[in-house]
């Protein structure tokens, strides 16, 4: 039904009483329904269209105390205690860049300084967006995901005539996979209702990028197998809440005894794989190599002392300090250089206030009033979560993941960027938390039923 213009002209003066322009749309909407509601009541009454809108505007009252009320109601949530912490890591980072890293070089700090700038031009911009709109874009950004992360990179690779499976513009964008959780928390909030076949076709949202990633670019797997943890367990959590209206807990049995199969499969498939299982515990057996800078962590941390400059170290780990910052692993290293320079404590401190905001970031996200919400700010702490578990992991030896780096902190400046992006994207759903309302599903199945 079309708002007339009474009805248009009491909008805007409720409107223009309201300082929050981000929460115009869901004022206007929520205005709209109870007046339309109210007018259909006055109307089975027996008054005439235009009467039943007189009387409902009428009861309503004035429009601009009405505004006025609203404007008391809807305002931002606070997010200086997600946003604080980012700052003052962003400032570590450029820090830990000139004492730790040591980067020197014009190109390498303009294209930090680039990035810098990105990520808070990107943090800015969004937050002043109302993420919540972006559920009905969900199909289109996983097919937007799928074009440049997957089909791009392999048109790429056979243009140039590349031979190796690892296409050298994947390397570039495989850091979007830390945005494909938020995306795959879309899809679950538009898959809600359809119960087992739901979870199938999440499953398969989730499985197709992943084994096609794996299939044609192996780049370390890390960036995606930390995408593909958190979207497991956003499902997970989707099951949990009841989003599929199926059987709970025998759905994530089976859930996770395909994940575990699978997994094994997969290592098992492959000797070479079982063996770079195995030399997280037995680095010496790492038939990469690898384990060789395993090694030189642990003596990192062996001669670290609670505070200040470590002992003495063996001659080939004293070559490995010497030229830190030179290498490709140096952000691997990054924790253990710590502890051994600066001593135990000051290794601590980042991780400990890492720990703590995520920490704040679960009880901010568990008060939200929407489950989308609850979804997509849960991806983002998922993302971050896995990032410093793994990074603390290398840190005492045991690397899952060798590439692992610690969010903010790290060397590589496009992680950075997107470390960024996501707190930038967690603060601005925290902020507009209240402008979104779950919009019901199972009166959609049954309305369609009935048809």
Not at 89 to 97: E, Q
Not at 351 to 378: D, E, I, Q
Not at 403 to 424: E, I, Q
Request: glycine share 8%; proline share 3%; charged share 15%.
């Amino acid at each position: 039904m079309q708002t007339s213009e009474l009805e248009q002209a009491f909008l805007d003066t409720v409107c223009s009483e309201v300082r929050w322009r981000a929460a115009h749309p869901a004022i206007r909407s929520e205005l709209s329904d109870h007046i339309e509601d109210q007018k259909e009541a006055l109307l089975r009454s027996g008054l005439t269209a235009e009467a039943a809108q007189e009387q409902t505007l009428h009861q309503l009252g004035e429009a601009e105390e009405l505004g006025q009320l609203f404007d008391a109601s809807y305002r931002p949530a606070a997010t200086f205690g997600v946003l604080a912490p980012i700052a003052l890591y962003a400032l570590l980072g450029i820090v830990f860049r000139l004492a730790v890293y040591q980067m020197s070089g014009t190109s390498a700090w303009l294209g930090f300084i680039l990035a810098l700038a990105a990520g808070v031009l990107g943090v800015a911009l969004l937050f002043r967006i109302n993420l919540y709109r972006t559920v009905r874009f969900g199909w289109a950004a996983y097919a937007a995901f799928l074009a440049i992360v997957i089909v791009c990179p392999a048109v790429y690779s056979v243009v140039i005539g590349q031979v190796t499976p690892e296409s050298t513009l994947y390397l570039d964008v495989r850091y979007l996979w830390t945005l494909f959780p938020l995306i795959y928390a879309l899809l679950l909030y538009r898959l809600r209702g359809l119960g087992n076949l739901g979870v199938l076709a999440a499953s398969v949202l989730a499985i197709v990028p992943l084994l096609t990633s794996m299939a044609l670019f192996w780049s370390g797997f890390y960036l995606e197998g930390v995408s593909a943890f958190a979207c497991l367990c956003l499902l997970i959590i989707a099951i949990r809440s009841g989003f599929f209206a199926c059987n709970k807990g025998v759905t994530i049995a089976l859930l996770l005894f395909f994940v575990l199969l699978l997994t094994a499969v997969f290592v098992i498939a492959e000797p070479y794989r079982m063996a770079r299982l195995l030399a997280v515990i037995d680095p010496a057996c790492d038939p990469m190599g690898d384990g060789w800078l395993v090694l030189r962590m642990r003596e990192l941390l062996s001669h670290s002392v609670l505070l200040g400059a470590g002992e003495t170290l063996p001659t080939v780990t004293q070559e490995v300090v010497a030229r830190f910052g030179e290498s490709t692993m140096s952000q691997s290293l990054l924790l253990a250089m710590l502890s051994y320079r600066y001593g135990l404590l000051v290794a601590a401190l980042p991780v400990l206030g890492l720990v703590s905001w995520l920490v704040y970031g679960v009880v901010r996200v568990r008060k939200l009033g929407s489950s989308l919400g609850k979804l997509l700010a849960t991806a983002v702490l998922l993302v971050f979560g896995a990032e410093a578990v793994l990074s603390i992991a290398v840190f005492f030896g045991y690397p899952l993941w060798y590439s692992a780096v610690f969010p903010f902190l790290t060397d590589n400046t496009l992680a950075f960027l997107m470390n960024l992006l996501l707190a930038g994207l967690l603060a601005s759903l925290l902020r507009t938390d209240g402008l979104f309302q779950d919009t019901p599903y199972r009166n959609k199945r049954l309305h369609l039923r009935l048809e």
